[in-house]
């Protein structure tokens, strides 16, 4: 597979994430840069749904309310995939930096 389609591949599940870590030998930047970045969504949607969960049960309804942090993670999972479709390595914002520090050995 080329560098733009495992870029893609990357941000299609995590199954999809582990097979472009994976597939990415010899290891090229762009497809790592989307790893990464995967990932970190991947991380920190997990790492606020448990919070969430705990919210629903005790306040019902402030749940709703935080139920939009997830709305916030969808966008920028679109805003990753579509750096992959144009193929570009472009951070998605607020956390992409951070992502790219704390996963660099990926």
Known sequence: MDKKTLGILSYITIIGCIIAFVKNKPRDEHVSFHVRQ?????????????PYTIVAMVVPSIAMIFS???LVILVLWIIGLMGALN???????VVGEKIQSILKSI
């Not at 995967?38 to 448990?50: E, M, N």
């Not at 193929?87 to 914002?93: M, R, Y």
Request: proline fraction near 4%; avoid cysteine; charged fraction near 10%.
């Open 38 to 50: 995967s990932l970190g969504i991947i991380i920190l949607s997990f790492a606020l749904y448990i």
């Open 87 to 93: 193929n570009q390595k472009k951070l998605i914002p």
């Open 68 to 70: 939009l942090v997830f």
